[in-house]
């Protein structure tokens, strides 16, 4: 077993060594092994692409005003943002905890956080903000950009926490120091402000040690939402023209007479046709062209409306699918109805839950960061923890029926003696 020890620690176990010079290898031998500072070097991943920004826009910055027009122009992708913002902000309940995890009854942190709830939202003229407010701004922002940032404020007195101030991710830069972390700062104009102070709050979707401004919702939208909207136009065009009866008027020249000369014989024919042309044009809708038979009228369309109409829409619903891949939701869920099963929509939503509770646990530990420093500077020594409720009835009944049978089986395993109490309560999640 020593053999192994200093094989593994790189000692030469051929040499005789006592037990102190021993354990001093050892432990110059892990030094050198585990080394306190990383010999890798970290590099920021490329995540422009070849995306062509404007001229004097840095690329970040042009790539969250592109996912915000996307947001605010294309009902889709403005769906998908309202709908993931409104399902992550959930109601909310909080619990008080002292030190040790215990939950407790407190008074005067409850009085605390209830004040915290009216004024810790950053827009001032909308007085029924709140908490529920700044979850919202939270979420449209993290789902939009892909990241939240901002300043947790104190009152002057240094009493309580004033408000959380937001500060727009598209002005959010990172610099790669020379010790291999990231120090983030804002760039305004030609100022870089540097943001590297506990009061600062940044959280980055999906973000990673090589991609710590996160990746946003819309991230992967844009070309096919480029190709989808031209779709639509050209969709336009295309209907338009076939919903309107046209008509190609075919007139046939005058047979020319004996003995007529070319001028006049062209005179003739012109003046024929311009009659024919003004007669369909003068025509009232209750009125019907006689004309002799050297004049045919043919409809110009496609030979079934119909067909048309729906090759159209078989093409426009693969391009919505595809968006709506890319915002992680299915068609039913932005308005899109392809006649999904109920089995199917449960199954989607079941999973979207379980995608949101991952995304709110981020809002929780946010909440109770803010909540934490107000009750420390109010001279509160106690804990706050958050938790969204996001109880729906989708398949309540299925539910209640699998937990009937499931305190049914566990009840009839007891009367056979198969388990005692303590374990009956601990399969039904019974504490104590």
């Known amino acids: 077993m020593l053999r192994g020890l200093r094989a593994l620690i790189g000692v030469d176990h051929n040499k005789a060594l006592r037990p102190n010079r021993t354990a001093r290898l050892a432990r110059s031998s892990s030094r050198v092994a585990f080394g306190s500072k990383p010999r890798s070097k970290r590099m920021p991943q490329p995540t422009d692409y070849q995306f062509q920004c404007p001229t004097g826009i840095d690329a970040h910055e042009a790539r969250v005003r592109l996912y915000r027009f996307l947001r605010d122009n294309l009902p889709a992708l403005d769906a998908a943002v309202w709908t993931w913002v409104r399902m992550a902000a959930a109601p909310l309940q909080y619990s008080i905890h002292d030190r040790s995890g215990q939950a407790v009854a407190s008074r005067e942190a409850d009085a605390a956080i209830e004040s915290l709830s009216h004024r810790v939202y950053d827009n001032k003229p909308q007085r029924f903000g709140g908490i529920d407010a700044l979850l919202v701004e939270f979420f449209n922002s993290l789902f939009t950009t892909g990241s939240v940032c901002g300043e947790l404020l104190v009152d002057p007195t240094g009493t309580g926490v004033e408000r959380f101030y937001f500060v727009d991710p598209a002005t959010i830069r990172f610099n790669l120091n020379r010790s ?96 024919t042309v003004r007669m369909l044009r003068d025509i009232e809708p209750d009125d019907n062209p006689i004309t002799w038979d050297d004049v045919e009228i043919a409809y110009i369309g496609p030979a079934s409306k119909i067909s048309s109409s729906s090759s159209w829409y078989i093409n426009h619903k693969s391009m919505i699918e595809d968006i709506c891949a890319g915002t992680h939701l299915a068609p039913f869920m932005i308005g899109y109805s392809y006649g999904s099963t109920q089995t199917w929509a449960e199954f989607n939503f079941e999973l979207l839950q379980r995608q949101l509770r991952t995304i709110q646990s981020a809002a929780s530990k946010f909440l109770e960061w803010i909540t934490r420093i107000e009750l420390a500077l109010r001279g509160i020594d106690l804990d706050c923890k958050w938790r969204f409720e996001n109880a729906v009835n989708v398949g309540l009944l299925d539910r209640r029926r699998a937990e009937g049978l499931h305190v049914d089986n566990v009840l009839k395993k007891l009367d056979a003696g198969l388990i005692d109490g303590d374990a009956a309560k601990r399969e039904l999640g019974i504490v104590g």
């Open 180 to 275: 291999g972390d990231w120090e983030m700062f804002q760039q305004v104009e030609n100022r870089k402000i540097d943001l590297a102070a506990p009061s600062t709050y940044f959280y980055g979707l999906d973000g990673s040690s090589v991609e710590p401004w996160g990746r946003s919702l819309l991230s992967s939208v844009p070309f096919a939402a480029r190709i989808e909207q031209a779709l639509v136009s050209d969709m336009n065009r295309s209907m338009h023209n076939a919903g309107y009866h046209r008509i190609h008027v075919r007139i046939r020249p005058p047979e020319r007479l004996a003995g007529e000369t070319d001028d006049t014989y062209v005179s003739r024919a012109n003046e024929y046709f311009d009659e």
